[in-house]
């Protein structure tokens, strides 16, 4: 069974930075790759960016210059990178992979923005 946790998400003051993680579990996560989305409330789930196996990594026009996606060295382990965080950035985040023709998503993990 392929399971995938996010973590670190928190209550952060506009303008700081937080780290996301999207552990996999059940999979080769080294050659699959893995797609950042986020839900704020009231809305619908947007997509933030990919990374792929190659590690190239592509970011939606709001999160450019401010989100970086990277992956550990063992390749189990993926993260977002956020900085000069806005009032437009919290939500729930979510990472999804696909796998042998099916899609797994996490449970996300909060981030809120405060004044």
């Known amino acids: 069974q392929v399971y995938l946790v996010e973590s670190g998400g928190d209550l952060v003051q506009a303008g700081g930075s937080l780290k996301l993680s999207c552990r996999a579990s059940?999979?080769?996560?080294?050659?699959?790759?893995m797609h950042w989305y986020r839900q704020a409330p009231g809305k619908q789930r947007e997509l933030v960016g990919p990374?792929?196996?190659?590690?190239?990594?592509d970011y939606t026009d709001s999160v450019k210059g401010r989100f970086t996606i990277s992956r550990d060295n063992a390749r189990t382990t993926r993260y977002l990178h956020m900085h000069h965080l806005k009032f437009a950035d919290p939500g729930v985040y979510y990472c999804k992979t696909p796998w042998k023709n099916r899609a797994f998503w996490g449970r996300g993990t909060q981030v809120t923005v405060s004044g």
């Open positions: 990374i792929f196996s190659s590690g190239a990594t």
């Open positions: 059940g999979m080769n996560f080294g050659i699959a790759s």
